[in-house]
């Protein structure tokens, strides 16, 4: 069993930053693919970012690209998503999830991981 914990939410205001953080427990985080979804108020879950288990692929949805890069630390089982150029229209509860098996999938969808954190809120607005 994994357990992830998300933190760094919060209220920014548009045009700034955040980096929001996921601290894995177990030692095979290092063999898990990564991502990111979030839950804006009053619309559905939705992707928005995945990283390989090696780091080394990643991919993020339309409405982020460019301002958002995902990132891992494998060494402290953690996995990170640097938020730039916020808009209002990214407020939501942010939630990471975990995959277990490395069989090629999109790592876009919600049903291919299999654990998932508590979310953090984050707010943008002035």
């Known amino acids: 069993q994994v357990q992830l914990v998300e933190s760094g939410g919060g209220l920014v205001q548009p045009g700034g930053s955040l980096r929001v953080s996921c601290a894995a427990s177990g030692r095979t985080f290092s063999s898990y693919r990564m991502g990111w979804f979030r839950h804006p108020p009053g619309k559905e879950r939705e992707f928005v970012a995945t990283i390989s288990w090696s780091g080394g692929s990643t991919y993020y949805a339309d409405s982020v690209k460019g301002r958002f890069t995902i990132s891992r630390d494998n060494a402290k089982n953690t996995v990170y998503l640097q938020m730039n150029s916020l808009k209002p229209e990214d407020t939501a509860v942010y939630y990471c999830?975990?995959?277990?098996?490395?069989?090629?999938?999109?790592?876009?969808?919600?049903?291919?991981?299999?654990?998932w954190g508590q979310g953090t809120q984050v707010t943008v607005s002035s």
């Open positions: 999830a975990a995959r277990r098996s490395r069989t090629v999938v999109s790592g876009t969808l919600s049903r291919e991981y299999d654990y």
